[in-house]
């Protein structure tokens, strides 16, 4: 069965970096990409980002542009989020999803989600 | 930048009762690219309608989604008490960029 595991909680003081990972089973992880969902306390879903497990193109939301690197690593099944120059802002659930590459790129699996929590 | 709309914010019904959910696009969207997702509390969302009216894999035939242009809904035919959750409408765009709506909390009367 399609699973996505992501790694555990962070907390980070503002101004730093945090690499999220999402492990990747059940399916051939080359024939997906991967997308991030960020949730805020209380908030609703917002887009960070997508990356291409084949070619490891990106594209991300404008809003992150310039903060926000994703990779993916197809020996190891696992995608990754660099999120840089940390804002209190910042603190939300970030999900990883399965994002297909027909229909409508809709996100047919997700992560547990992995709570990053800003503070100094 | 497309905005989608939500409507209403929360809804309050029974189980047994149907539930009707709206998603209102600023501008008119391909409806291959509209679809809906479920959360619950402390979860993660749920995939249950893709292209505006496929069902999800394993979701109950009580999920339907409707819809063209600029406005979607989704309809729960009858309310089972695990439907009581937060919905998601979302929209892939020209830009290669996801959009979700603000969300629709439907919640036990």
């Known amino acids: 069965q399609v699973q996505l595991v992501q790694s555990g909680p962070e907390v980070k003081t503002p101004g730093a970096s945090v690499k999220v990972s999402c492990k990747a089973s059940g399916y051939t992880f080359t024939t997906y990409g991967i997308s991030w969902v960020r949730q805020a306390p209380g908030q609703g879903l917002e887009w960070v980002g997508w990356?291409?497990?084949?070619?490891?193109?990106?594209n991300y939301a404008q809003k992150f542009q310039g903060r926000v690197t994703m990779t993916t690593d197809p020996s190891a099944n696992t995608a990754y989020m660099d999120l840089r120059s940390l804002r209190s802002d910042d603190t939300a659930v970030y999900y990883c999803?399965?994002?297909?590459?027909?229909?409508?790129?809709?996100?047919?699996?997700w992560g547990q989600g992995t709570l990053l929590t800003v503070s100094s | 930048e497309i905005v989608l709309t939500q409507s209403p914010g929360t809804l309050s019904l029974s189980p047994g009762e149907r539930a009707t959910l709206s998603c209102r696009a600023s501008q008119s969207v391909d409806s291959i690219y509209l679809a809906w997702y479920q959360q619950k509390p402390g979860q993660a969302p749920r995939l249950l309608i893709y292209g505006a009216s496929n069902r999800a894999t394993g979701i109950p035939d009580r999920f339907s989604g409707s819809g063209s242009g600029t406005d979607f809904t989704l309809t729960i035919s009858s309310l089972e008490p695990e439907d009581f959750a937060v919905y998601y409408c979302q929209q892939y765009g020209s830009s290669l960029s996801y959009i979700f709506g603000q969300g629709t909390k439907l919640e036990i009367k």
């Open positions: 999803s399965r994002r297909r590459n027909s229909h409508g790129f809709d996100l047919d699996y």
């Open positions: 990356s291409s497990a084949r070619s490891g193109n990106a």
